[in-house]
């Protein structure tokens, strides 16, 4: 309805009082009076009743505003709570609709972190229940402030286990994605060693070590389980492959494929290690650690153009110590004469 409309009759009653007015001049007849008193009246009980339901309209709008407020404080409130069951790409994908919440999967090329605590079976045998909670929690914490750092996606915790993985929901390329897996587990281990001495105030006499695992390769990620509960998470050999790096790691180390070490080998320092034998593989495995800055002194490192090759002093026998010697001499020799 129109706001013309509503005060039609009253506007009538004016017409009519400003028609008596310009007929009569100043005299009006008492019974002209009495009608336009009466149609006032009406006109001043009807713009009464307008004001009261306008504030009620208004005291039930402010009511609606105040209880829209405050779910919508109460939704934020379990969002803040529900992202910290997710990892933030998953949970800003979910968000913001780029990603359904579906049972789908894709198959990538990812790069795959797992590490543990060594040891971690015998301390808690050794430790009440409560120091070790707070203990797994600082640990999980730490490391998960570094890893959410370099961009990656935290897949789950098992224990004092971490499952971590570069390339899915966001990716920077598959080279960026594991050179970045192996600058995280880099700080990762950099700051255990910063920590060492903060395990003696959960009674602890020897520092705490992980080991770390990596593999670059092909794996289905996506969501698993029922239309009614399912995870985020990745599966596949390569996912296996990572697992028993890091089963396989030394204390305080990092060990990783020969696909993760083919996109790194060029920035990050690596010396090939012994091949393992590794279950679900039927062929050894190829692995390669990442070298200390305290060990670069045992390293013998040649670099050739975008090419380069490190080998460690250490983990050569005298035989394969005098055989490198005669290589190097050789390819020497051979490269005098070549520029001559």
């Given at each position: ?63 609606t505003a105040k209880e829209a407020r405050e779910k919508s404080e109460q ?17 800003d994908s979910i968000f913001s609709g780029t990603r359904e919440v579906s ?59 971490i499952v971590i993985f570069f390339g899915d929901p966001e990716t920077k ?168």
């Amino acid at each position: 309805m129109k706001s013309s409309q509503i005060f039609e009759h009253e506007m009538n009653v004016l017409s009519k009082a400003e028609k008596v007015r310009v007929e009569d001049g100043n005299s009006v007849s008492y019974e002209d009076f009495e009608k336009i008193l009466g149609e006032y009246k009406k006109l001043l009980k009807t713009t009464s009743r307008l004001v009261r339901h306008s504030d009620r309209m208004e005291i039930n709008l402010n009511i609606t505003a105040k209880e829209a407020r405050e779910k919508s404080e109460q939704l934020e409130a379990l969002s803040n709570q529900l992202a910290k069951y997710l990892s933030p790409q998953v949970y800003d994908s979910i968000f913001s609709g780029t990603r359904e919440v579906s049972l789908t999967s894709s198959r990538k090329k990812l790069s795959i972190f797992f590490s543990d605590i060594v040891n971690f079976t015998k301390l808690s045998e050794s430790i009440e229940s409560e120091e070790l909670t707070g203990l797994l929690n600082y640990y999980l914490t730490e490391m998960s402030h570094i890893a959410l750092k370099h961009g990656a996606t935290i897949d789950k915790y098992i224990g004092d286990a971490i499952v971590i993985f570069f390339g899915d929901p966001e990716t920077k390329g598959i080279e960026e994605d594991a050179l970045s897996c192996v600058k995280m587990a880099i700080e990762m281990k950099s700051k255990m060693f910063e920590l060492r001495n903060h395990w003696k105030h959960y009674g602890l006499a020897e520092p705490l070590q992980s080991r770390m695992g990596i593999h670059t390769g092909f794996c289905t990620v996506g969501n698993f389980g029922s239309e009614n509960r399912m995870d985020y998470t990745v599966i596949g050999s390569g996912v296996n492959l990572a697992a028993r790096l890091e089963s396989a790691s030394e204390p305080g180390n990092i060990l990783m494929s020969y696909d993760t070490y083919n996109y790194v080998k060029n920035t990050i320092p690596c010396v090939e290690k012994k091949q393992i034998s590794a279950k679900g593989f039927p062929e050894p495995i190829r692995t390669f650690s990442v070298i200390d800055e305290k060990d670069v002194e045992d390293i013998i490192s040649i670099t050739i153009g975008e090419n380069r090759l490190d080998a460690s002093v250490e983990e050569l026998n005298k035989e394969q110590l005098k055989k490198l010697k005669d290589d190097l001499c050789s390819a020497l020799d051979n490269l005098e004469n070549h520029m001559r």
